[in-house]
């Protein structure tokens, strides 16, 4: 008996030998806007095995415009990002948090996260076989930066001033109640991220990083797992330096940048932690081959899937051309049900 969607995520997460690596393609609206019925034809032919549910919310956060198009938008914090482009997202440019000391009470605090319908949830959870991630993603180092300005935070985090390291634990503990909330519904995995590489290494000192993130993180994993969930997290960048961190928290599935840090350098985490992708969208998934594509992901396959701990996903954004990112789960299904 084949197993379902749901069945055959867990089994990739718990290392119990699943039929296929389980599938997921992360679309931009670039790609919708240019590659409309190539996108429609690799959804059918690979149907995703993860799904997600609207909170059905009470009440919705003053948000502005929209995140991918060009022009304007402001999230549900009151950041102002310019977008140069269709598809992508913008930059903040003038951030509120000019001084800690007097502009915090310009940021909006979105407690409109709070008032999602449990009911609904779980409704649509119970109508579907997929493998189902809670609408929310705490994000408190990018969130900080889009409300401070990246510079600034860096040299914020060099000395905190006291009013920051007030905010985030407001922050932190906000954070924490919507995913308590989210914790009570019958989705299967809490989410979280932050983008914490460079191209080389980490945006701060991995000293920094422990001290004052490493334990957000602990409490996300926490009230995820004391829901007998399952937490998620995605960054980009080098993060290798970390990686031992966030398994020693307890981290079930990482989305990062493979090939950034090197495949053979994460060989030993392998059976430790699932690699929720990718393929890379740097060089590989925009100028390379079908034939380099199959190639990266025997790669990946190789070095990190121990009776599981990998999922065949990968970003379909700006310069990708689609026949490589459907040779990806091609390439996936072919080798993980070999």
């Given amino acids: ?88 997202v913008g930059e903040v440019k003038d951030p509120l948090i000019k001084d800690w000391n007097t502009d915090i009470s310009k940021v909006h605090v979105p407690r409109e996260w709070l008032t999602a319908d449990i009911d609904l949830i779980n409704k649509d959870c119970d109508s579907m076989d997929t493998f189902i991630m809670a609408d929310v993603c705490p994000r408190p180092f990018e969130q900080l930066q889009f409300l401070r ?4 935070l860096y040299m914020d985090l060099a000395d905190p001033p006291q009013a920051m390291l007030d905010f985030m634990k407001k922050m932190h503990s906000f954070y924490c109640e919507v995913l308590e909330m989210w914790a009570k519904t019958n989705v299967d995995a809490l989410m979280f991220m932050d983008d914490w590489g460079s191209q080389q290494t980490l945006l701060i000192r991995p000293a920094s990083w422990r001290e004052i993130f490493k334990p957000m ?84 396959y190789n070095n990190l899937w121990k009776s599981g701990g990998c999922v065949a996903q990968c970003e379909f954004g700006p310069g990708a051309r689609p026949e490589n990112v459907r040779q990806v789960f091609q390439s996936w299904d072919e080798i993980s049900r070999a």
């Avoid at 609206?29 to 059918?44: F, G, R, V």
Wanted: hydrophobic share 40%; aromatic share 12%; net charge negative.
């Fill in 1 to 88: 008996m084949s197993a379902t969607s749901r069945e055959l995520v867990y089994q990739t997460l718990n290392f119990e030998n699943p039929i296929r690596a389980p599938r997921q393609l992360w679309p931009l609206p670039w790609a919708s806007d240019h590659y409309p019925n190539e996108l429609d034809k690799i959804n059918k032919d690979f149907p995703p095995d993860f799904g997600g549910v609207n909170g059905h919310f009470h009440e919705l956060a003053a948000t502005q415009g929209d995140h991918f198009r060009k022009g304007r938008y402001v999230d549900a914090w009151g950041c102002v990002f310019e977008n140069i482009a269709d598809g992508i």
């Fill in 149 to 152: 300005g990246s510079e600034n």
């Fill in 217 to 300: 993180y602990r409490d996300y994993i926490q009230i995820a797992h004391n829901a007998g969930k399952k937490a998620f997290m995605h960054s980009d960048g080098n993060i290798l330096s970390i990686y031992p961190d966030l398994i020693e928290l307890g981290l079930d599935a990482l989305n990062s940048q493979l090939f950034c840090m090197g495949v053979e350098n994460l060989k030993s985490f392998a059976g430790k932690i699932t690699f929720w992708g990718e393929i890379d969208r740097q060089h590989i998934l925009p100028n390379g081959t079908t034939a380099d594509v199959d190639a990266a992901v025997k790669l990946v």
